[in-house]
């Protein structure tokens, strides 16, 4: 078996040195003194390379590994290194590589438990909200425009058709991606970092997903508008006669001949928008915040099961099968 990666990399001077005498055939072998030694930059940038993926214990290829390789890298002086490489002698490639190999021992050290706000997580999903956000809502960090509820029956957060079997509160996402609506992509920066909320403390991108909350930590709209009687009463009734379980349930029945199911499936379209029209108009409420109340719209439902629904010009809904592009 051959000696880890990282233990060769305990780099001393003398020990390059001694391969000054070596042929080098311009491959990189298996010692990797030889290729140090009588390498050229090239050969260094891809052994520099393979030490700090095994060192950092992240992928090459995650926006991690850059960041932490930038930071080593400044601190290192690797640019330097890299363009002066080629006539160094063995003993002064000797002193540079331990310098890289130092540095970046100590950045990984440091930053091994710690977030370095690469973005990954922000780009794969927007945080599922948990009791102990309840804070940001009263110290207006977020708001309606920026949470969108999941109710029972609805489609799961990781976008899968399951239902739901308890509801949830999760922060949008930036239309046509999983993106965080709070993460600005172009300066890998979040607008609330330092009030993130507590899924988004929780997870690591460079190690094991934490594990999954119990049920009661999940923060949900009653936890929120409950003592509001006004907008309360509103949800509650949404909720009893647009029931995401129910509204299922009535399109298998429909699948098997049952028409009379249709009733149940119509009415639920018709308050869930004539519901959403009074909160648009009357109460000017802006879409977003309607997704706050209510939940998605119920033809955005359907369509995850999909199905289309459309208000036709008499205001009736029709529902129909979506059809499968070739």
């Known amino acids: 078996m051959s000696v880890p990666f990282i233990i060769w990399c305990r780099l001393n001077y003398k020990d390059i040195a001694s391969m000054k005498k070596a042929k080098f055939t311009g491959k990189i072998r298996t010692d990797p003194w030889e290729s140090l030694a009588r390498g050229s930059r090239e050969v260094m940038a891809s052994l520099w390379g393979e030490y700090l993926a095994e060192m950092l214990k992240v992928s090459k290829k995650s926006a991690r590994f850059r960041i932490l390789r930038q930071q080593i890298e400044e601190a290192a002086g690797y640019k330097e290194i890299f363009r002066k490489w ?59 425009n920026e949470v969108y509820a999941l109710p029972k029956g609805a489609s799961s957060p990781e976008g899968l058709r399951q239902p739901l079997e308890e509801e949830r509160l999760k922060i949008r996402e930036v239309p046509g991606s999983r993106q965080c609506w709070f993460y600005q992509a172009a300066q890998q920066k979040c607008r609330i970092y330092d009030q993130r909320p ?5 997870r690591q991108c460079w190690g094991e997903p934490p594990p999954e909350p119990d049920s009661e930590e999940y923060l949900n709209r009653s936890h929120i508008f409950r003592q509001i009687p006004e907008i309360w009463d509103l949800i509650t009734a949404h909720q009893e006669r647009c029931d995401r379980v129910q509204v299922r349930e009535a399109l298998e029945r429909l699948a098997q001949g ?11 379209l018709h308050f869930d928008h004539h519901l959403r029209q009074m909160l648009l108009s009357e109460w000017e409420m802006g879409a977003a915040a ?37």
């Open 86 to 144: 080629n006539p160094l002698s063995p003993e002064d490639r000797g002193e540079a590589w331990r310098r890289l190999v130092e540095t970046a021992r100590a950045q990984a050290k440091e930053t091994e438990a710690t977030c370095v706000r690469c973005g990954e997580c922000c780009e794969s999903s927007s945080p599922v909200l948990l009791l102990q956000d309840l804070p940001l809502f009263m110290q207006e960090v977020l708001t309606p």
């Open 198 to 202: 507590e899924q988004c403390r929780r």
């Open 258 to 268: 049952e028409e009379e199911a249709g009733d149940i499936l119509f009415e639920a």
């Open 290 to 326: 309607t997704e706050m109340l209510l939940g998605r719209s119920l033809t955005d439902f359907l369509r995850d099961l999909g199905f289309k629904a459309t208000l036709t010009r008499e205001g009736v809904f029709r529902v129909e099968p979506r059809q499968c592009r070739a």
